[in-house]
């Protein structure tokens, strides 16, 4: 069965600062992963996916991650925090030829201060 | 596109009546997925269907809840007799090439 753990519900950082957001998965065949970001009162919004092309995946509002098979990780990062990026990320698997369900992590909340 | 639709936004509703959640999914996705978030429990799947047929609904909490998928525009969720705890946001999606599209949510408080 798949599963995802997000490490940290919660991370703060400085304005201007690196941004790690930490996701281990479980999958019993080659995943497809995906980060997704919820702004307050928003649905989800896809900030990525990796579908087995290339192991670095860059997406939107300048966030990337990169899948490492050996570590079974999806880790999201992006150079430079800005206060926009405040919202609450999610990391979501789900298994080539398997089910069609997302599994999602419980979240990381992400504040970015002044 | 206008992406996926749902209605209403919010809802309030006294205890034992019927709430019924409407979704419009993306023209052309064949799936679409019935989400709930609290604060309590995080985000959950309740429900999804491929092609108007329900195929997993593990994540229904009781037989209170109800889904149906009529045609491939449309769905609904209904709750009778809706409780205080199933106050929540509850989310419709629909998937096209391997990504689930979210809609804005329905927000629901049951007094």
């Known amino acids: 069965a798949q599963s995802v753990t997000q490490l940290g519900s919660h991370v703060s950082v400085s304005e201007g600062a690196l941004v790690l957001l930490r996701c281990n998965y479980s999958?019993?065949?080659?995943?497809?992963l995906f980060w997704y970001v919820q702004y307050p009162n928003q649905g989800l919004q896809l900030l990525l996916k990796?579908?087995?092309?290339?192991?670095l995946v860059k997406g939107i509002n300048g966030f990337e991650a990169e899948f490492k098979k050996s570590e079974t990780s999806f880790h999201l990062t992006k150079p430079s925090a800005h206060m926009s990026d405040a919202a609450e990320y999610f990391c979501?698997?789900?298994?080539?030829?398997?089910?069609?369900?997302?599994?999602f992590g419980k979240g990381t909340k992400l504040t970015v201060n002044p | 596109d206008a992406g996926v639709i749902q209605s209403p936004r919010h809802e309030v509703t006294e205890m034992g009546q019927e709430v019924t959640l409407r979704c419009k999914p993306i023209?052309?996705?064949?799936?679409l997925f019935w989400y709930r978030q609290t604060m309590m429990r995080g985000l959950e799947l309740l429900i999804y269907?491929?092609?108007?047929?329900?195929?997993?609904d593990s994540g229904m909490p009781e037989d209170r809840f109800s889904a149906k998928m009529p045609n491939a525009s449309f769905s609904t969720l209904k709750i009778q007799p809706s409780e205080p705890r199933d106050s929540a946001v509850y989310f419709c999606?629909?998937?096209?090439?391997?990504?689930?599209?979210f809609g804005p949510g329905t927000r629901l408080l049951v007094l």
């Open positions: 269907f491929n092609n108007n047929v329900p195929i997993d």
């Open positions: 999958s019993s065949v080659p995943p497809y």
């Open positions: 990796y579908t087995s092309a290339a192991t």
């Open positions: 023209s052309g996705h064949n799936s």
């Open positions: 979501a698997v789900s298994e080539k030829g398997g089910s069609e369900k997302l599994v």
């Open positions: 999606a629909s998937r096209g090439d391997r990504v689930e599209y």
